[in-house]
Structure formats: structure tokens, C-alpha cells
């Protein structure tokens, strides 16, 4: 994938990077309402954690993170970096992040850490890009206690192709 040769295609890509850190500063800070205004209004669609959490809608993607994320005792830290992103006309992209994340919960006394890729496809509409799909597959995802001091491993792009074994509501 080529870097972006022309100012154009260089302001879309600065674009498109600005829509992602914005989705994981509102995860992480827990902006529910904010984050709603990232997706496109109409078709889209979340597939977290190889696609085993897949929802339609910007309403069932929002409710999904609320209902497993809005809590104080739930700490999470996203990071993205080495975009990969294709313009592939003038109002559709796609891109492929590499992720870091770290998630720690006092009240279920647990710390998570894993890494991974999303692949996003992105649609503009007007002058401003929005989030058709975004989704991740884990490369590799360690669960362990926080009172204690054992790793377990709980997915594994290799051994579990990328899906988290831990349940979610």
C-alpha cells in the first residue's frame, strides 16, 4: 500500500486517522454519545473480537459498549498505530490498524492486556468521514487477577483465530 503522493489524498488520510483516535478516546473516556456521532447514520456495523460480538446499527453498537463498558471500576487504555489506509474512491475507505489495549476492572479483579488488528471501512459523507465498519481479531489477549499473579491466556489469533474465550453480556 502506497504512502499518499498528493495533498489531497494526504489530508483524507489525516482525516481518517483523526475519526479513529476520536472512537478510542470515546471508548476509553466512555463518551457514548459522542462516539454515536462517529458512525455512519445508516449500515453500520461493529464485529469485535473476530466478529464473535457483531452488531448492526449505530444504537446496537453503542448499547453493546455501554452495557459492557460504562462502569468506574472498568479501566480501559486503546491504542492504534501502523494505519494501513486505502482510499478507495472519493467518499470509501479502508484501513488496517495495529491495536494495543490494556483493560483493567476492580469490581471482577481482573487486568487484560492484548494486542491485535482492526480493519475499518470507512464512508465520507459531506466533508466528513465517518465509521461504516470497525472490528478487531486478537493476535493475542492474557487475563490474569489482580490479587493474584497468574497470566492465563484467553485468545490467541493462532490457537483461538483471535476469539476471546471470556463472555460478555
Not at 466512555?30 to 456495523?45: H, I, Q, S, T
Not at 491495536?99 to 464512508?123: L, P
Amino acid at each position: 500500500m502506497a504512502a499518499p503522493t498528493d495533498l489531497a489524498s494526504l489530508l483524507e488520510h489525516e482525516a481518517i486517522k483523526a475519526l479513529k483516535f476520536a472512537y478510542l478516546r470515546c471508548l476509553d473516556q466512555k463518551r457514548w454519545d459522542e462516539m454515536y456521532e462517529l458512525f455512519v447514520p445508516d449500515g453500520a456495523v461493529s464485529a469485535y473480537s473476530g466478529n464473535k460480538y457483531r452488531y448492526e446499527g449505530r444504537d446496537a453498537i453503542i448499547d453493546f459498549l455501554k452495557r459492557n463498558m460504562d462502569r468506574p471500576a472498568l479501566h480501559t487504555s486503546h491504542h492504534v498505530h501502523h494505519p494501513e489506509i486505502e482510499l478507495l474512491g472519493e467518499d470509501l475507505a479502508a484501513a488496517t490498524w495495529a491495536m494495543e489495549d490494556v483493560n483493567i476492572d476492580v469490581d471482577y479483579d481482573f487486568y487484560m492486556v492484548g494486542r491485535g488488528f482492526y480493519e475499518d471501512r470507512y464512508r465520507k459523507i459531506g466533508d466528513r468521514w465517518l465509521i461504516e465498519l470497525t472490528g478487531y481479531k486478537r493476535l493475542f489477549e492474557t487475563f490474569q487477577p489482580l490479587s493474584g499473579n497468574q497470566i492465563n491466556m484467553t485468545a490467541s489469533w493462532w490457537a483461538t483465530n483471535g476469539e476471546s474465550s471470556l463472555e460478555v453480556q
